[in-house]
């Protein structure tokens, strides 16, 4: 969506980076997200899908670390900055797969951190 669609809509343009790594890298995501300044990740665990390597099914009885993770964050185009280089640096030396899009949101304020979101406000306001 463009961000004059978007606009006329009533919506906020923002980006989304999801990745989707295996079991054992996904602590080491979530630091890279939360070191980038994102305000919240969502987990979805044991994921199965086709890639390089063929068919991955998911996640084997009480083994966390050999299952498929995707995580995803809404986040404003600077924090998609700093996700995507510390995201790329990570895939250089593990298996794992990056997507960015372009996303657009009703509620802007819920995908900022809380004191970007008070700031935010009173910019409107003045």
């Not at 044991?46 to 986040?75: K, Y």
């Not at 998609?80 to 990570?90: C, G, I, K, T």
């Not at 819920?110 to 979101?117: E, I, K, N, S, T």
């Amino acid at each position: 969506m463009n961000t004059e669609r978007a606009a006329l809509m009533g919506l906020t343009p923002m980006a989304r980076v999801d990745v989707v790594v295996q079991g054992a890298d996904a602590a080491l995501v979530r630091g890279l997200f939360t070191a980038a300044g994102v305000s919240g990740v969502t987990v979805m665990s044991n994921v199965s899908g086709l890639g390089h390597a063929g068919w991955h099914e998911g996640r084997l009885p009480f083994n966390d670390t050999d299952a498929l993770v995707l995580m995803f964050a809404v986040v404003d185009d600077d924090t998609a900055e700093r996700v995507v280089a510390s995201l790329r640096e990570l895939l250089e030396h593990r298996p794992g797969v990056m997507l960015v899009s372009e996303v657009a949101v009703s509620r802007p304020a819920y995908f900022r951190v809380p004191g970007d979101a008070v700031a935010s406000a009173a910019a409107d306001h003045s």
